[in-house]
């Protein structure tokens, strides 16, 4: 049997087309599987960004993704002093949250940060600032939000006897200028029940923020920063009336973090951007004030990239500081620069002195973010890279001569 040309071509035709189908099979069956495997290789993290020392106990805030959607959810936990949970409590109202800030008041506690309210607020990734109450038992008692210009949260706050002050941010959706004059960096006092009393802000639509704040002879003093690179110290009456700003150039994105007070005059910590060499160049940064928010003098670290001071606190006349430092990883800068972090921990004199300043390196990423005294120690919060993009919680503990006692 004579097998025609015509027919030829048809069987040739036929093999191509089945020999394409396997190919298409193989290669959904290959996108299904990968899909699969990056799916089961999420990153996780549980962070925590500030806590409060409570008996012999710690009650912190931060946030994790521990949940089917990976979502960030703030939380707050209480630790025992060996750093065991005691109890945990996850804020699952909206969708992504976390908090920032947390103090006690009486048993009560009070945390701040801010969370997605809504689909529409999810759908276009921005927040509404947030402040809950909870008793002792993690209990939320009362709660309240505020959306000023589109992507709102609130960083820290004190407690008064008639209420709470608290700061933090409001600024368009990805950092867009606009012409409102209500948002920027706030400031808004609540009563004991979370109602606003008053609200104030500074800088408009900028991307003006406040990080840190404390109350001296009566006076509330804020820091934060009110455009890209431009730090500012503000001192306000407790109606929310400004008393003075004042600018310091020039910082990182971040801005000035932290503020302590001693002997009528104020202590502020950030980072201090260095113009003359490349961008990947701060150094961390101490500057002394007076109670009136003139500057008086101040004292830089630089390590060998990216160094900031993130927190300050008063220990006697002396000044207890943690920070960061990002060391450019030229190798694995590709497509996006890429850091190596490590701890810092620094002790200064009221006078600005050095007295201590030591770089907490291990093989892995660490982070600080707060600082308390605590048994005669310093305890030291923070989260640290367990694999690739996966972060986990931690305590640091130094003695008071500066010392590494270890982790826990």
């Known amino acids: 049997m004579v097998i025609s040309d015509m027919e030829k071509y048809k069987r040739i035709i036929k093999y191509i087309i089945i020999f394409c189908v396997i190919v298409l099979i193989i290669d959904l069956i290959i996108i299904l599987y990968t899909n699969e495997k990056n799916e089961n290789r999420k990153t996780y993290f549980d962070s925590i960004n500030s806590f409060q020392v409570v008996d012999k106990n710690f009650v912190a ?80 008692l009362y709660e309240n939000n505020l959306q000023i210009l589109g992507n709102s949260k609130f960083t820290n706050l004190l407690v008064l006897d008639d209420g709470y ?55 509330i003093y804020t820091v934060g920063k009110d455009s890209s690179n431009t730090g500012i110290v503000s001192k306000y009456d407790l109606d929310g009336n400004m008393i003075k700003t004042t600018n310091y150039n020039y910082t990182d994105s971040i801005g000035l973090t932290g503020i302590t007070s001693y002997n009528n005059k104020i202590y502020v910590v950030g980072s201090k951007k260095v113009l003359d060499t490349n961008t990947y160049d701060t150094d961390a940064l101490l500057i002394k004030y007076d109670s009136n928010c003139d500057y008086l003098s101040e004292v830089t670290y630089k390590g060998k990239g990216l160094e900031r001071f993130n927190r300050i606190i008063l220990d006697d006349n002396r000044l207890v500081i943690i920070g960061q430092t990002g060391i450019y990883n ?28 030591e770089e907490y390196a291990l093989d892995v990423d660490d982070y600080f973010t707060d600082v308390k005294k605590y048994n005669n ?23 008071r001569a500066g010392k590494l006692i270890g982790a826990q």
């Open 377 to 399: 120690n310093y305890m030291i919060s923070g989260y640290s890279e367990y694999e690739d993009n996966n972060y986990l919680s931690k305590f640091i503990i130094y003695s």
């Open 330 to 357: 030229k190798k694995k800068s590709k497509n996006i620069d890429v850091y190596n972090y490590n701890g810092i921990f620094a002790k200064y004199s009221t006078n600005l002195k050095e007295l201590k300043n």
């Open 165 to 219: 002050i608290v700061i933090g941010q409001s600024i368009y959706e990805n950092m867009t200028l606009g012409m409102s004059d209500n948002g920027g960096a706030i400031i808004v006092k609540y009563d004991k029940n979370l109602k606003e009393v008053w609200r104030k802000n500074y800088g408009g639509s900028k991307s003006g923020i406040y990080n840190d704040l404390i109350l001296m002879n009566d006076y």
């Open 61 to 140: 805030v931060g946030s994790n993704n521990n949940n089917e959607k990976q979502y960030e959810k703030a939380k707050i936990t209480k630790y025992s002093g060996k750093s065991e949970k005691l109890w945990e409590k996850i804020y699952n109202k909206g969708y992504n949250s976390s908090f920032f800030g947390i103090k006690q008041d009486g048993e009560d506690y009070i945390a701040v940060g801010n969370y997605e309210s809504s689909k529409e607020e999810k759908k276009n990734k921005v927040r509404s600032a947030l402040i809950v109450k909870y008793d002792a038992a993690g209990n939320i």
